[in-house]
């Protein structure tokens, strides 16, 4: 953990660290700068060629496709853009697993599976990582992605157990006061889980009378999704691509809400979610979340992810935070418009700060 990969991707760019210098303001840094994005099928070819040339020429370097499309792959690629393929990890709802194999499923501690009862919303179908079967579908299933030419990089999404702990700024949209972990959002309970567990310390979680405060129990479920991670990572990088993920923020915040420690995966870049509104914090703790990711990745690249309507009033002062805060460049969620693409833009010069 904390060495530098210089991974290159397929189109030859090599993800790295920001290289700086002081100046009398911020760092000169030589940056990347990011998009998440899902194509939309009402607009055509022409109107993505011309975007993506529109998102070059205003500081962004590479795009995180949700949706597996060669021709907008390809169209991006043209516009001198890098195109990695953004995919949900394990949080699974596709047809396949919903037919054939439910009990891959994670189960709270009710023990509630998320197959038919999933937590919060219906989309929130997550798969259990200590299940063999279920994770050698997954490394089959990125390593197809990782075979296309057309794909430079993979990105992990959803790699995590169900929110335990919802961000505050999202408990009054789902009617909820979490101020303890509550065994309805409590995972993963399943017969899986509690047998590798039991062989581990010789007690069923489910007769914990803490499990909230065992500390070898929490340590489980953070393994469990690093676990996963590193083989997802070999499996990758063994056709030469570079894999970063999405990743909550702050590793203490992660390990805590989401049983997320990305503090210890040794990825080549990472995407904290820095999105200040869903934790009703003021713009400022962009730089703060950042610092702490940087502080925990040590030499590994943080590109802080930003959510538009949270900072498009305050787009300079919040993408400041970021830098300031040490991150290699910034992403966006979700597909920025002309004018804050320009207004985005001219931050860049203003600072010269080069991609």
């Not at 939309?40 to 993506?52: C, I, W």
């Not at 009054?172 to 581990?200: F, N």
């Not at 991670?229 to 056709?239: D, F, G, I, N, P």
Request: proline content about 5%; charged content about 25%.
């Amino acid at each position: 953990m904390g060495s530098s990969l210089l991974a290159v991707s397929a189109s030859g760019a090599i993800l790295t660290g920001c290289e700086s210098k002081k100046t009398a303001g911020l760092p000169l840094h030589r940056v990347k700068n990011w998009i998440w994005i899902n194509t939309e099928k009402g607009k055509d070819a022409n109107h993505y060629k011309n975007y993506f040339k529109l998102l070059k020429q205003n500081g962004i370097t590479g795009v995180l496709f949700e949706n597996d499309s060669p021709l907008h792959f390809s169209l991006a690629k043209e516009a001198g853009l890098e195109a990695h393929r953004w995919k949900w990890t394990l949080n699974r709802g596709e047809e396949f697993i919903m037919k054939n194999h439910p009990e891959w499923y994670v189960v709270n501690r009710n023990g509630d599976s998320s197959f038919d009862k999933p937590a919060y919303v219906p989309h929130y179908k997550f798969t259990c990582p200590n299940r063999e079967d279920l994770v050698n579908y997954l490394l089959d299933d990125y390593e197809k992605e990782a075979r296309k030419d057309y794909i430079d990089g993979i990105h992990l999404d959803y790699v995590r157990f169900p929110d335990v702990i919802l961000p505050v700024g999202l408990w009054d949209k789902y009617g909820i006061v979490q101020t303890s972990e509550m065994p309805q959002y409590d995972y993963c309970y399943c017969d899986v889980c509690r047998e590798k567990y039991k062989a581990l310390k010789g007690i069923d979680p489910k007769d914990l009378k803490y499990p909230q405060a065992t500390p070898s129990w929490i340590s489980f479920r953070h393994n469990s999704v690093t676990n996963l991670v590193q083989r997802l990572k070999e499996r990758v990088h063994s056709y030469s691509k570079p894999i970063t993920a999405a990743v909550f923020p702050g590793p203490f915040l992660a390990r805590t809400i989401v049983r997320q420690d990305w503090g210890n995966w040794d990825l080549d870049a990472f995407f904290p979610m820095i999105y200040n509104g869903f934790y009703n914090e003021d713009i400022s703790w962009i730089k703060e979340a950042t610092a702490e990711g940087v502080n925990a990745a040590q030499n590994i690249p943080i590109y802080a992810g930003l959510f538009i309507p949270n900072i498009k009033e305050k787009l300079a002062e919040a993408v400041n935070y970021a830098f300031e805060g040490g991150a290699s460049g910034i992403s966006f969620f979700s597909e920025p418009d002309e004018e804050f693409l320009t207004a985005f833009s001219d931050y860049l010069g203003k600072q010269n700060i080069h991609v």
